[in-house]
């Protein structure tokens, strides 16, 4: 059974950068595309972006001129950055992975438990 | 971009009762449709994929369907488990989510 952790810095200041790892464990890191997701205070679930098992990626519209999302330096991670955030992008942040399975239609069927960021001075 | 539309917004349940949640997506996906629901302080959790397919372990009281651009998730008889908030989540077009619909007991 895949599982996922998010990691790094909680609380970022404004007009830095946000970096965020996620580690997957126990499970086949090659069966999934990795994307990152959030949620503000109050408000719905975001899709950030993805990378591929190819090293491809895709990204929200809204955030594409702010985000870089990578494979990690080791083999079972892949990273998040943010550049010039604001209060607006306070949020839980979560790792998921989109399954390749075919009957699956990249539907995201493992998640990490999340990670509060705050941005503040 | 696909934008994904759910009403309602917000309903009010009791124990037992059936309940749908539609979504509608701004243009046709077929079925790469996903239903997943969230409760605070947890990480959202898969119950369907591709439109009508049950993830392995979710009760069979959770049921979805349609295709193109209007799809709908039952729930034949809420239990007390139930009650989060539910996001539909197209996958044909890089991802959007809906904006959610909160479930609460009456």
């Known amino acids: 059974q895949v599982q996922l952790q998010e990691s790094g810095p909680r609380l970022v200041k404004p007009s830095e950068t946000l970096s965020l790892t996620c580690t997957v464990s126990d499970g086949s890191v090659s069966s999934y595309g990795w994307n990152w997701i959030r949620q503000p205070p109050g408000k719905g679930l975001e899709w950030i972006g993805y990378?591929?098992?190819?090293?491809?990626?895709n990204y929200n519209p809204s955030l594409k001129s702010r985000v870089t999302i990578s494979a990690g330096t080791s083999k079972n991670q892949f990273s998040l950055k943010m550049t010039s955030v604001t209060a607006a992008d306070t949020a839980v942040y979560y790792c998921?992975?989109?399954?390749?399975?075919?009957?699956?239609?990249?539907?995201?069927?493992?998640w990490g438990q999340g990670t509060t960021i705050t941005v503040s001075s | 971009d696909i934008q994904m539309t759910q009403s309602p917004s917000s309903l009010s349940a009791s124990v037992g009762d059936r309940v749908t949640i539609t979504c509608r997506a701004s243009q046709t996906i077929g079925g790469y449709l996903h239903w997943y629901q969230h409760k605070p302080g947890k990480a959202p959790k898969l119950l369907i994929y591709s439109a009508s397919s049950l993830e392995s372990g979710v009760p069979s009281r959770f049921s979805g369907s349609g295709s193109g651009t209007d799809f709908t998730l039952t729930i034949s008889s809420l239990q007390p488990e139930d009650f989060a908030t539910y996001y539909c989540q197209q996958s044909y077009s890089f991802y959007s989510f809906g904006q959610g619909t909160k479930l609460e007991i009456k």
């Open positions: 990378i591929s098992t190819t090293g491809a990626t």
């Open positions: 998921a992975g989109g399954s390749e399975d075919p009957n699956y239609l990249y539907a995201m069927d493992v």
